[in-house]
């Protein structure tokens, strides 16, 4: 194991945490990163908050956390790392395992040879191919000159309207720091929602929050043609054919691998896209590891290959790189859940696993559970929490769960995302001892509240509908028994005002007769949070109603108008 | 299954739960409830917020998320359970399955039978049997009662100063109440550390917390006698004979199951003195079942009985209890881990499974692993957690994690507390997919971080020593280079001045000639955190160093005196 030449591609995120390990496994190894652009190890996902003002010192997306910005000066010297930025790799030859490279600068080629070889080339923005892409104005937010650019235009105070192209999680993030910093800011989404790994009904949530702070949202849209004069962009024109006028447009729709080097050394490349990796992240060559957003790593819930480029994915698949250039291939890289978060405003948005819609893709007939409560005791301004669990519907494994609210998401996603990888069922969580104090969570937490309503799905206790089969029946003009069961404060205050008839639960058992007589009617019961509203379920089948179902979430997950008082 | 008289004794969490539940599974029973106290489904964790003023409305502590306060009109008419206030259960006849109660305020006698019964006396105070304790101003903190004289106290202003016997969970919780609110507090507990769960080196980052907040600690000390004039108390007196003047001793001491019924009626009572039940929570008799503070459960780690008084354990227990009760005995209540998460000041102290004392006390051979580092990215206002993780040192299993800081403690524990329930190695979360964005945590969270460090020490790779232990051997004289390699900006601003020397990590592979020429000399190197410190490890012993240690956690974690700058 000693002595071997490890070069590296890429020095952003996989890279230099593949470098520093292999050192620190074997000091004795001459170890060389070869990146592209001008900075090393670069805080990518820090960008959007760069841009949006919450710290003014670019150094810091450099920095470690005692602030010495990690150059090759730094790699050399505290990791015994020879790091050349710059530099770019234009050929790999397999044979004489060798790398050739350029200095983007002096132009000046070199190569250097190999023992091992890691591909950590990472992602690039997809770029759609719509007239007027080219125009000076239409942004990426790739590189660390592109957050440069949105920082200094966010300063200047030049730009009021911006465009933001995609709805996915760093452009709700970009949307953010630009309208915290007074542009005019419009979100255009092909998809009919924001953030895709959550479901519609949760996504509408948060978009309804995202409009509550001024962001213009089309979803169903997308970008027909950007419009320019003078090879400055003046609007764009959306494919329903109206148009909005704005200086800044910045296009976040997805990255696709950076494969092109790997491809053309003839390694073998994957269905997605990505570099094909075995569970040691090993290529197809025996001498060459990729990591990073260059690879395609396995989903841990069905074992098939998968896309995942998550910065935190990135650097533990790096270390285990290190471990097998160095120890030989013993540790294994299991895949990914899609675990991911999300600022979005004064509200968080997080997912683990599938959701409803990707898991049915999957092929997984499942069941589902919506809900909505507080993240502590009210007596701690608690905080809403709307969440959803989907679950193996034979077995009772949970497939994924999607959390959005003000609440304190970080803690709930986190819980699932162990649950997800350990193959909990909801039965194991709903006896789970989690850390509780008033300060931090409910008696119950919120994620174990949510696994009982699951239970009581799965047992047939409670009989569920979501919010949008309700609406879409309303719509349609179906003959349901809405019961609002909250109090006559609470509908005073807000109600969805679609016909419903109020029977506070209190008053309930004394009140059967102002039910349908006809006890299959269909009935259909909610409350705020549809705590009461599964309680007014168990009491009207006790009484022999046989058709009652729940609105889950309540008024709470309700992501359509509901009228409030005047 | 249908219309059985289920009798629940003990009105504030397990019972409750099991009414509600009970009747949701089942609208036909009949399910009468019997509470001591005049209140029910009190939050009683929430007793020290009130008491701090956190807010103002006592009705928050018994009331539903909505508003409206859970009294025995509530029950009736919301919950269908007829719950009894003011009711103290005298005795339980197993033959007749029939209990007698009285009504505590107009002392009429009744009974009732049962088809099942439940027993949730919860738990009393310790009460140690100290001359003077019958003192007025000698205050528990156990009914509602109890927290509404605290809070009279605070609002009062009379009381100037006050000693909190016992520095545990609720000893913490009072202590910052009561300090918040102007009182001088003085802390009095017999263990070497406060808040037990924590190994001491973690307890002693709290204390230092605390008393940076103007507290008073003594750790290993008691109350030899509680000083009184005229049946009021006006001071302790201390073991080591100091004499503390105050006018307010709060006793929080821990509780002792409350079993005195279910002894008199012959059911078994474990070797902790709570009732013991088996894992569907049933009693030694068919009919009696009993859930939260008044029973012994099993520790889901060593599969042994165990004694946890925890509110959120039992509710989970209770909700078991109503399932086996209506639908035979088929749901299984697992145990505990021991989770549990505390607020001290502006710091948060967390806990799951076992700390390194009690692991080693269960027979275990440990390895353990301490991590300083902060929580999220430096420039998203990044705050400090120190953590000790605690496994089993062949298999790797996580036995136990512990968490101390003003950083987000709450996701650490939770995390953690998913992985000892699930029996995780820290190789399965050294590879674990957590969410992750530069709001919520580190692009490699810090608990997976600290599996990493303990990989690494079960590898051989880290050979890690405690700072207690270090500052042991200091004090005893060992010859021990010590060797600090921050920046020298770094060792300007803070260092521990115990004769280090300072080799800056960029700088250690060019000056190896000021180590020690002796290659088994101990060495002990150290950092801010201890990365950099492991790192010169790797470099040390690459170049033929033998004896190469690192100080777990460094500077941060560090928990005696270090120098500051003038």
Same mark, same amino acid.
């Given at each position: 194991m000693s002595s071997q030449n490890i070069v590296i591609i890429g020095g952003s995120a996989a890279g230099p945490k593949a470098a520093a390990r292999t050192k620190r496994l074997d000091e004795t190894a001459r170890v060389t990163l070869l990146q592209k652009a001008p900075e090393l190890s670069m805080a990518t996902c820090g960008y959007p908050y760069y841009i949006g003002g919450d710290f003014d010192d670019r150094n810091q997306l450099i920095a470690t956390p005692t602030g010495v910005v990690r150059n090759e000066a730094f790699f050399a010297a505290a990791k015994g790392v020879d790091a050349k930025v710059n530099t770019e790799v234009k050929s790999i030859d397999r044979e004489k395992k060798t790398?050739?490279?350029?200095?983007?600068?002096?132009h000046e080629e070199s190569s250097i040879s190999y023992d091992k070889l890691v591909i950590c080339t990472g992602a690039t923005p997809r770029r759609p191919p719509i007239p007027g892409i080219d125009l000076e104005g239409v942004q990426e937010l790739s590189e660390m000159g592109d957050a440069d650019k949105l920082r200094e235009l966010r300063d200047s105070g030049k730009v009021k309207n911006v465009v933001i192209v995609g709805g996915g999680l760093i452009g709700i993030e970009v949307c953010e720091a630009l309208a915290e910093s007074g542009m005019n800011v419009t979100v255009v989404e092909m998809l009919p929602q924001l953030l895709s790994f959550l479901d519609w009904e949760l996504a509408k949530l948060i978009e309804k929050h995202v409009k509550s702070k001024g962001i213009t949202v089309h979803t169903e849209n997308g970008i027909a043609h950007f419009l320019g004069e003078n090879d400055r962009l003046t609007g764009v024109k959306l494919q329903d054919g109206s148009i909005i006028p704005c200086e800044l447009a910045v296009v976040s729709i997805g990255v696709v691998p950076n494969v092109s080097l790997a491809r053309e050394a003839g390694l073998e490349i994957g269905d997605f896209g990505g570099i094909t990796v075995?569970?040691?992240? !090993?290529?197809?060559? $025996?001498? *060459?590891? #990729?990591?990073?957003? %260059? +690879?395609?790593?396995?989903?841990?819930?069905?074992?098939k290959k998968t896309y995942a480029p998550y910065g935190d994915l990135a650097n533990l698949e790096a270390r285990v790189v290190a471990d097998n250039m160095v120890l030989g291939d013993n540790s294994i890289f299991p895949g990914t859940v899609n675990s991911g978060i999300c600022k979005v405003f004064d509200m968080s948005a997080g997912s683990t696993g599938f959701s409803e819609k990707n898991a049915k893709a999957e092929g997984y007939e499942v069941i589902t559970a919506t809900?909505?409560?507080?993240?502590?005791?009210?007596?701690? &301004?608690?905080?809403l929490l709307v969440s959803k669990m989907v679950a193996d519907a034979k077995t009772g !494994?949970?497939?994924?769960?999607? %959390?959005v609210g003000p &609440?304190? =998401?970080?803690?709930? =996603? /986190?819980? /699932?995302?162990?649950? +997800?990888?350990?193959?909990?069922? +909801?039965?194991? @969580?709903?006896?789970?001892?989690? $850390?509780y104090a008033p300060p931090f969570s409910l008696a119950i937490d919120h994620f174990i509240t949510t696994a009982h309503?699951?239970?009581?799905? @799965?047992?047939? !206790?409670?009989?569920? *509908?979501?919010? =949008?089969?309700?609406?879409?029946?309303?719509? #349609?003009?179906?003959? *349901?028994f809405l019961l609002d069961v909250r109090s006559p404060v609470e509908f005073e205050e807000m109600r969805l005002n679609a016909g419903e008839t109020l029977i506070p639960l209190g008053t309930i058992r004394t009140s059967l007769?102002?039910? $349908?007589?006809?006890?299959?009617?269909?009935?259909?019961?909610? %409350?705020?949070?549809?705590?009461?509203?599964y309680e007014a379920q168990r009491v009207l089948e006790a009484n022999g109603w046989t058709n009652v179902k729940v609105i889950e979430g309540g008024i709470m997950a309700w992501p359509f108008k509901v009228e409030f008082k005047a």
């Amino acid at each position: 194991m000693s002595s071997q030449n490890i070069v590296i591609i890429g020095g952003s995120a996989a890279g230099p945490k593949a470098a520093a390990r292999t050192k620190r496994l074997d000091e004795t190894a001459r170890v060389t990163l070869l990146q592209k652009a001008p900075e090393l190890s670069m805080a990518t996902c820090g960008y959007p908050y760069y841009i949006g003002g919450d710290f003014d010192d670019r150094n810091q997306l450099i920095a470690t956390p005692t602030g010495v910005v990690r150059n090759e000066a730094f790699f050399a010297a505290a990791k015994g790392v020879d790091a050349k930025v710059n530099t770019e790799v234009k050929s790999i030859d397999r044979e004489k395992k060798t790398v050739f490279y350029v200095n983007t600068q002096t132009h000046e080629e070199s190569s250097i040879s190999y023992d091992k070889l890691v591909i950590c080339t990472g992602a690039t923005p997809r770029r759609p191919p719509i007239p007027g892409i080219d125009l000076e104005g239409v942004q990426e937010l790739s590189e660390m000159g592109d957050a440069d650019k949105l920082r200094e235009l966010r300063d200047s105070g030049k730009v009021k309207n911006v465009v933001i192209v995609g709805g996915g999680l760093i452009g709700i993030e970009v949307c953010e720091a630009l309208a915290e910093s007074g542009m005019n800011v419009t979100v255009v989404e092909m998809l009919p929602q924001l953030l895709s790994f959550l479901d519609w009904e949760l996504a509408k949530l948060i978009e309804k929050h995202v409009k509550s702070k001024g962001i213009t949202v089309h979803t169903e849209n997308g970008i027909a043609h950007f419009l320019g004069e003078n090879d400055r962009l003046t609007g764009v024109k959306l494919q329903d054919g109206s148009i909005i006028p704005c200086e800044l447009a910045v296009v976040s729709i997805g990255v696709v691998p950076n494969v092109s080097l790997a491809r053309e050394a003839g390694l073998e490349i994957g269905d997605f896209g990505g570099i094909t990796v075995n569970e040691y992240m !090993r290529t197809s060559d $025996p001498a *060459i590891y #990729a990591a990073g957003d %260059c +690879v395609e790593i396995q989903n841990r819930i069905t074992g098939k290959k998968t896309y995942a480029p998550y910065g935190d994915l990135a650097n533990l698949e790096a270390r285990v790189v290190a471990d097998n250039m160095v120890l030989g291939d013993n540790s294994i890289f299991p895949g990914t859940v899609n675990s991911g978060i999300c600022k979005v405003f004064d509200m968080s948005a997080g997912s683990t696993g599938f959701s409803e819609k990707n898991a049915k893709a999957e092929g997984y007939e499942v069941i589902t559970a919506t809900n909505a409560s507080l993240d502590k005791p009210g007596f701690m &301004g608690a905080k809403l929490l709307v969440s959803k669990m989907v679950a193996d519907a034979k077995t009772g !494994r949970i497939l994924g769960f999607q %959390c959005v609210g003000p &609440g304190e =998401v970080n803690r709930q =996603v /986190a819980e /699932a995302a162990m649950a +997800v990888m350990n193959g909990n069922t +909801v039965y194991e @969580i709903g006896v789970a001892d989690l $850390p509780y104090a008033p300060p931090f969570s409910l008696a119950i937490d919120h994620f174990i509240t949510t696994a009982h309503i699951l239970e009581n799905k @799965i047992a047939g !206790r409670m009989t569920g *509908i979501s919010n =949008v089969e309700v609406k879409e029946r309303l719509d #349609a003009g179906a003959e *349901i028994f809405l019961l609002d069961v909250r109090s006559p404060v609470e509908f005073e205050e807000m109600r969805l005002n679609a016909g419903e008839t109020l029977i506070p639960l209190g008053t309930i058992r004394t009140s059967l007769d102002k039910l $349908p007589n006809n006890k299959d009617s269909e009935i259909i019961t909610f %409350c705020k949070i549809s705590m009461r509203g599964y309680e007014a379920q168990r009491v009207l089948e006790a009484n022999g109603w046989t058709n009652v179902k729940v609105i889950e979430g309540g008024i709470m997950a309700w992501p359509f108008k509901v009228e409030f008082k005047a």
